[in-house]
């Protein structure tokens, strides 16, 4: 069984920061350093997107809407992923998930709630 516990979210004002963690456990801590991971994001009445992606080598890739921004990256030896936010907009607002990059349907967590106020 694989979990992907998402923290660091909370209420900030534009133009603020937050950082995002995402824990990994069961089989996908041992699969860690090989496998490429990625943060997702949902907004009320809006489908599910990818924000940002890095592989087991460490390269990357993010949505334009975060370019310049958002940086995603990882830590091997603690199996954990991070996202950090700066420069917040309130058109980030969301429910931010992290998965891998094939986005399996069976690893989905809670996911941590990112509201910025204007």
């Known amino acids: 069984q694989v979990q992907l516990v998402e923290s660091g979210g909370g209420l900030v004002q534009a133009g603020g920061s937050l950082r995002l963690s995402c824990a990994t456990s069961?089989?996908?801590?041992?699969?860690?350093?090989?496998?490429?991971m990625a943060w997702y994001r949902q907004a009320p009445g809006k489908q599910r997107e990818l924000v940002a992606g890095?592989?087991?080598?460490?390269?990357?890739n993010y949505a334009d809407s975060v370019k310049g921004r958002f940086t995603i990256s990882r830590d091997t030896a603690k199996n954990t992923v991070y996202l950090q936010m700066n420069s917040l907009k309130p058109e980030d607002t969301a429910v931010y998930y992290c998965?891998?990059?094939?986005?399996?349907?069976?690893?989905w967590g809670q996911g941590t709630q990112v509201t910025v106020s204007s």
């Open positions: 998965n891998t990059l094939r986005a399996r349907d069976d690893y």
């Open positions: 069961g089989i996908l801590r041992s699969l860690f350093s090989i496998t490429a």
């Open positions: 890095i592989t087991s080598t460490g390269n990357t």
